[in-house]
């Protein structure tokens, strides 16, 4: 079956811009994770989306935001960029909710100029 | 949510079983404990899941004391292919989904 898609996968925006990036989970799964990974802080829970709906949400300004269609692609989008946003985003699908296997996107790497 | 602690790296040599253990003092009743490798440039790969005891499939296993405090992920026979970043992941299950928290991870090099 088809993995995770991220799309796309090296962007680079300026100081104040906005950027949105997406993912498509594999076939069937209804749940969608986000994560932030930067060399200093590594891996960060974003938020984890269900059937439209965010379930929950990690430590991240409220300039982080995300959304779910009902085909279970999800979007997630930053405002007023930072530098220190710029890093490897991750999305990754859950099968066997709630306690089961996450599959991971091969990310969008966001650079902040 | 359980924080989790893991060395920081390892290195090991081919053909040697290499044990990675992981300290989650905070693990709640609910928690499972899950394993993911990561190459350079690519997204985390699941390895191995357990609640308690242990577990073993054909990559890994995984061992788990009674009081969950923490596990081990032992790789048998590493190759040089194995060199990657390991992380020890402490799922919160809840009605409402879940969170995952990641550790530092830790670098294993594989030397010939």
């Known amino acids: 079956k088809a993995g995770v898609t991220q799309t796309p996968r090296y962007l680079i925006k300026t100081r104040g811009q906005q950027v949105t990036l997406s993912c498509s989970p594999i076939?069937?799964?209804?749940?969608v994770s986000w994560y932030q990974q930067t060399p200093g802080q590594g891996l960060q829970f974003l938020f984890e989306y269900f059937s439209e709906t965010q379930r929950n949400k990690g430590n991240f300004p409220g300039r982080f935001s995300g959304r779910q269609f009902s085909n279970s692609r999800s979007e997630m989008n930053v405002s007023t960029l930072e530098l220190g946003d710029s890093a490897l985003y991750l999305c990754a699908s859950l099968e066997g909710d709630p306690a089961g296997e996450l599959f991971f996107g091969e990310g969008s790497r966001l650079t902040v100029l | 949510l359980a924080k989790t602690t893991q060395p920081i790296s390892m290195d090991s040599y081919e053909g040697q079983e290499v044990n990675i253990t992981c300290s989650h003092n905070?693990?709640?009743?609910?928690?499972?404990i899950t394993w993911y490798q990561q190459f350079p440039s690519q997204g985390p790969r699941f390895i191995i899941q357990?609640?308690?005891t242990k577990v073993t499939n054909e990559v890994a296993s995984l061992f788990i004391p009674a009081d969950r405090k923490s596990s081990t992920l032992s790789l048998p026979r590493v190759s040089l292919s194995d060199t990657a970043v390991y992380y020890c992941l402490v799922g919160e299950i809840n009605t409402g989904g879940f969170k995952t928290i990641f550790g530092a991870g830790t670098r294993l090099f594989v030397k010939a």
């Open positions: 357990g609640y308690k």
């Open positions: 076939s069937g799964h209804r749940s």
């Open positions: 905070n693990i709640a009743t609910n928690d499972y």
